[in-house]
């Protein structure tokens, strides 16, 4: 259909060179075969000289440079393969402190990826342990953490080591996925448990919830060990980290991640522009809380205009959907003139108490 309509706008088109004679319907019907076999060649020079469509492929983020993901790790025990995407902060004895991975980022950094509970705020040192395809370890020593995020379940619980740039010769940096994972969806995770010789794989953690920067996970089959896994990287199925585990609260079948999508890319941000961005609080809209560096939250409270307490949460800990972008959606009824007072802690110990009148 489409052929025959172009062919009759381009007979309309060469009408005027035959100005001074006449066009019968039988007359015209050479000149219309002959526009469609041109049409059909130029159609079928077209298709074959056309690129094939590049099969689909998992998007990941921006910021950070292409990476090969993870396939089909759900059913295979610890293969070496997956050795150099790992990473273990370390103590001064060089017993492993939590779990990690490792990224680069756009700029061809390389960095440890852990809990920020594990590895602490920036200036801290620490070491790391990584690992070549054969798995042997390989240990840097005096590392500075380069910068370190939020305690808590809700906040962005997650820390960046830079790495020197001749781990690069044997890591397998992961890529993060440019999604937070769909509800009911299953995730895996690979890290070092304090009471396991290696690397052990977390199946069967299907995702409660992803709202603001929290994953909430309920195990579905049994996972041996849970200690040490901190920091460890969350894997969806197309192999691309989700999340970053920050660990469980509530009972053993309550699990949560930090998103790694939003909580690395503030970091990165932060540390390779050279210029804080706060982790900001806001109440409909309006700033309502910036954290400096080194700050967290210890509890939120909602107040009256007088001063009268309405209801308060323990931030760290809190386990139902919490975004700080929209803090209004963590109370029932904030109304305009009620109070919203945050004590504010720095490392784990208290600071001071910030107020702000919701508009």
């Given at each position: 259909?489409?052929?025959?309509?172009?062919?009759?706008?381009?007979?309309?088109?060469?009408?005027?060179?035959?100005?001074?004679?006449?066009?019968?319907?039988?007359?015209?019907?050479?000149?219309?075969?002959?526009?469609?076999?041109?049409?059909?060649?130029?159609?079928?020079?077209?298709?074959?000289?056309?690129?094939?469509?590049?099969?689909?492929?998992?998007?990941?983020?921006?910021?950070?440079?292409?990476?090969?993901?993870?396939?089909?790790?759900?059913?295979?025990?610890?293969?070496?393969?997956?050795?150099?995407?790992?990473?273990?902060?370390?103590?001064?004895?060089?017993?492993?402190?939590?779990?990690?991975?490792?990224?680069?980022?756009?700029?061809?950094?390389?960095?440890?990826?852990?809990?920020?509970?594990?590895?602490?705020?920036?200036?801290?040192?620490?070491?790391?342990?990584?690992?070549?395809?054969?798995?042997?370890?390989?240990?840097?020593?005096?590392?500075?953490?380069?910068?370190?995020?939020?305690?808590?379940?809700?906040?962005?619980?997650?820390?960046?080591?830079?790495?020197?740039?001749?781990?690069?010769?044997?890591?397998?940096?992961?890529?993060?996925?440019?999604?937070?994972?769909?509800?009911?969806?299953?995730?895996?995770?690979?890290?070092?448990?304090?009471?396991?010789?290696?690397f052990e794989l977390a199946k069967g953690l299907s995702v409660e919830s992803a709202y603001g920067m929290k994953i909430a996970l309920t195990r579905t089959e049994d996972v041996a060990y849970l200690e040490g896994m901190c920091g460890a990287p969350v894997i969806?199925?197309?192999?691309?980290?989700?999340?970053?585990?920050?660990?469980?609260?509530?009972?053993?079948?309550?699990?949560?991640?930090?998103?790694?999508?939003?909580?690395?890319?503030?970091?990165?941000?932060?540390?390779?522009n050279g210029r804080y961005e706060p982790y900001t609080f806001s109440v409909f809209g309006y700033p309502a809380l910036e954290l400096g560096r080194g700050e967290s939250v210890g509890y939120i409270a909602h107040k009256t205009p007088d001063g009268s307490m309405?209801?308060?949460?323990?931030?760290?800990?809190?386990?139902?959907?919490?975004?700080?972008?929209?803090?209004?959606?963590?109370?029932?009824?904030?109304?305009?003139?009620?109070?919203?007072?945050?004590?504010?802690?720095?490392?784990?110990?208290?600071?001071?108490?910030?107020?702000?009148?919701?508009?």
């Open positions: 259909m489409r052929i025959w309509f172009l062919s009759f706008l381009l007979v309309c088109f060469s009408l005027p060179a035959y100005a001074g004679r006449p066009v019968t319907p039988l007359s015209s019907l050479p000149l219309v075969r002959r526009v469609e076999e041109g049409i059909l060649r130029r159609l079928s020079a077209w298709r074959r000289k056309a690129p094939s469509q590049p099969a689909a492929v998992p998007k990941q983020v921006r910021f950070l440079t292409p990476a090969v993901p993870w396939s089909s790790l759900q059913h295979v025990s610890v293969p070496k393969t997956v050795f150099p995407s790992l990473a273990l902060p370390l103590d001064s004895e060089g017993f492993a402190l939590g779990s990690g991975f490792v990224i680069r980022s756009a700029s061809g950094r390389l960095y440890a990826v852990s809990a920020y509970h594990v590895t602490g705020s920036a200036g801290k040192r620490v070491s790391v342990r990584l690992f070549r395809p054969d798995g042997i370890a390989v240990d840097y020593t005096g590392l500075t953490v380069s910068a370190g995020g939020i305690f808590g379940v809700n906040a962005p619980d997650v820390s960046l080591v830079e790495l020197p740039a001749s781990a690069g010769r044997f890591v397998r940096p992961l890529g993060v996925s440019a999604h937070p994972p769909e509800e009911g969806s299953l995730l895996f995770m690979w890290g070092r448990p304090y009471d396991a010789p290696g969806d199925e197309n192999g691309l980290v989700t999340g970053i585990y920050g660990g469980r609260a509530g009972g053993n079948e309550e699990l949560f991640a930090i998103d790694a999508r939003k909580s690395l890319s503030w970091l990165l941000r932060n540390y390779e309405l209801e308060k949460i323990d931030f760290p800990t809190y386990r139902e959907a919490l975004d700080a972008a929209r803090l209004e959606n963590v109370f029932v009824d904030v109304r305009s003139g009620d109070v919203i007072e945050f004590e504010v802690h720095r490392g784990r110990v208290f600071s001071h108490v910030v107020l702000f009148r919701v508009p």
